[in-house]
């Protein structure tokens, strides 16, 4: 399932994947793949990126139910 | 001689040394892997391994169902084996993008691959003429260089492909 909000929230910021990747400590393609929803980061990684885009884990990585 | 052969074997195992420190403190500089990376590597090493067992089996089936004159080249066929799991390694990592940190440039691996096809195509150029064949001499040191050659051949192809589709994917 693709994450949407991961995206938005990088747009938000005004960050490229490349950007983000860097801030976070991982290559672009993780950054691409976890938005595309083809990769589960591990806790660790959720908690870097929601540190370098200032949101939660809940704003960014909890799936709802519908 | 004996003396001979035991500092040959003295001074080549001060320069692996040397060089392994060298390469250790290389490495540190280039980066690490990320957990993705380091996930999709531990997969490749066991397609490489189901490669590496799966193509000498069969070699090993052939030999057993046609008889011990069917291709008898056994060091030929577990370097091919070997080979085939080097190539199955470095492409799926090329294209799951965890053959390279962040910090290394694939353009001075396409570099250094190419350097090494040609190195390795210039040992095989007894081969091309037709002055070694399989029959003659299938133990010859020049049939390693060919299988080196093919193999940074295949890396090589697969590095640019790998390129071109992620600048496309940037755009």
């Known amino acids: 399932m693709k994450n949407l909000r991961l995206k938005a929230a990088r747009a938000a910021m005004d960050l490229s994947q490349e950007k983000l990747a860097q801030m976070v400590g991982v290559s ?7 938005e595309k929803g083809d990769y589960n980061p591990s806790i660790r990684l959720c908690v870097a990126i929601c540190k370098a885009l200032s949101k939660t884990l809940d704003e960014l990585f909890w799936e709802a139910d519908e | ?26 490495r540190r500089k280039q980066g690490k892997f990320d957990e993705r990376q380091e996930l999709m590597q531990g997969k490749a090493s066991r397609y490489a391994l189901y490669t590496f067992c799966g193509a000498y089996i069969v070699y090993i089936l052939l030999r057993a169902i046609k008889g011990e004159k069917f291709l008898p080249y056994s060091m030929l066929a577990f370097t091919i084996s070997v080979f085939l799991g080097i190539v199955v390694f470095a492409v799926y990592n090329i294209f799951h993008d965890s053959y390279f940190t962040e910090k290394q440039r694939p353009a001075s691996y396409l570099i250094m691959s190419a350097a090494m096809i040609l190195s390795q195509s210039a040992n ?27 193999t940074f ?3 090589f192809a697969a590095t640019l492909i790998r390129i071109i589709l992620s600048k496309k994917e940037q755009e």
């Open chain 2, 124 to 150: 095989c150029v007894k081969i091309f003429r037709g002055e070694i064949t399989l029959e003659k001499e299938p133990g010859s040191i020049y049939w390693c260089s060919l299988i080196c050659a093919i």
């Open chain 2, 153 to 155: 051949a295949i890396v």
């Open chain 1, 28 to 34: 672009r393609q993780t950054i691409n793949l976890i």
């Open chain 2, 1 to 26: 001689m004996e003396q001979n052969s035991l500092w040959m074997i003295l001074i080549f195992a001060v320069l692996f040394i040397l060089i392994a420190v060298i390469l250790y403190f290389q």
